[in-house]
């Protein structure tokens, strides 16, 4: 279980990224993954929190109805657990930044939003993702021998 959902796993973060197209440029190397100045820069680069339980299909955008084309952007997200799915909407603006009060669950997570990771819980933070260095309970340690004796009679 991976914050109270019965059926997801870890998997690799899903990435969102805007780029700047530039007139008559053309691109002949991979994106990078860090914003910046140069034609292969992104102009931001996010992933979807947290990474075990977004397991999201494919993310899409669309146009964000009644807002302006170049500033703001729907994106679409499809969350997936072995037991139910349901899509989630986020009105992102020109900088990547979820737009306030905007978010909208389609009727399948409404309907499924027990066997669902909260959507409260899902956003979208800066690339790249923190390493995992080791497992929880890799960390487990075990009392010093001399714990039992030191502990008050």
Same mark, same amino acid.
């Given at each position: ?12 973060? !899903?990435?969102?990224?805007a780029?700047?197209? /530039?007139?008559?440029? #053309?691109?002949e %190397?991979?994106?990078? =993954?860090?914003?910046? $100045? ?12 947290p990474?075990?339980?977004? !397991?999201?299909?494919?993310p899409r955008?669309? /146009?964000?109805?009644? #807002?302006d084309? %170049?500033?703001?952007? =729907?994106?679409?997200? $499809?969350?997936?657990?072995?037991a ?25 997570y409404? %309907?499924n939003?027990?066997?669902?990771p ?17 497992r ?18």
């Amino acid at each position: 279980d991976h914050y109270g959902v019965r059926g997801m796993t870890p998997n690799a973060p !899903n990435g969102v990224v805007a780029i700047r197209p /530039r007139l008559a440029v #053309r691109v002949e %190397r991979l994106l990078d =993954t860090r914003p910046g $100045e140069n034609d292969a820069s992104p102009a931001w680069y996010y992933y979807l929190h947290p990474i075990d339980v977004c !397991n999201a299909s494919w993310p899409r955008f669309a /146009r964000s109805e009644g #807002r302006d084309a %170049r500033r703001f952007v =729907t994106l679409s997200l $499809e969350i997936t657990t072995q037991a139910a799915s349901g899509g989630l909407n986020l009105v992102l603006d020109e900088y990547g930044q979820e737009v306030p009060d905007l978010r909208v669950l389609n009727d399948d997570y409404r %309907r499924n939003c027990d066997l669902l990771p909260n959507h409260n819980l899902i956003e979208l933070r800066r690339w790249p993702p923190p390493i995992p260095t080791s497992r929880p309970s890799e960390h487990t340690t075990s009392a010093p021998a001399d714990a039992a004796s030191a502990a008050p009679q």
